[in-house]
Nanobody
Framework: QLQLVESGGGLVQTGGSLRLSCAASGSTFSDFALGWFRQGPGDYLDLVAA???????SVADSVKGRFTISRDNAKNMMYLQMDDLQPDDTAVYYC????????????????WGQGTQVTVFS
């Protein structure tokens, strides 16, 4: 079992930055692949960024150059640094985890946080 709790969402102006955090507990954090997902109003749930248990990171084309995913296994934490935010980035952001990286990249990780709202206004 792995429990995940997101924080750091909020209201930000276009071009601004936010840093989302995901705190994990309940199991060996370093064993898990991780991902950040988002779901905007009326949209599907999309993978934004993923990071393997070994720290290899990838981000979606829509956020490349603006978002950075990272993890700190010593602190059982994952982060999403979001820069140059745009109104299209408005969504509920979820952190998720699975022992298998493939489950993360096909949007079927086993463990999910409750989500944090990010709203970007112009």
């Amino acid at each position: 079992q792995l429990q995940l709790v997101e924080s750091g969402g909020g209201l930000v102006q276009t071009g601004g930055s936010l840093r989302l955090s995901c705190a994990a507990s309940g199991s060996t954090f370093s064993d898990f692949a991780l991902g950040w997902f988002r779901q905007g109003p009326g949209d599907y749930l999309d993978l934004v960024a993923a990071i393997t248990s070994h720290g290899a990171a990838s981000v979606a084309d829509s956020v490349k150059g603006r978002f950075t995913i990272s993890r700190d296994n010593a602190k059982n934490m994952m982060y999403l640094q979001m820069d140059d935010l745009q109104p299209d980035d408005t969504a509920v952001y979820y952190c998720a985890a699975d022992r298998h990286h493939r489950a993360v990249v096909v949007n079927t990780p086993l463990y999910w946080g409750q989500g944090t709202q990010v709203t970007v206004f112009s």
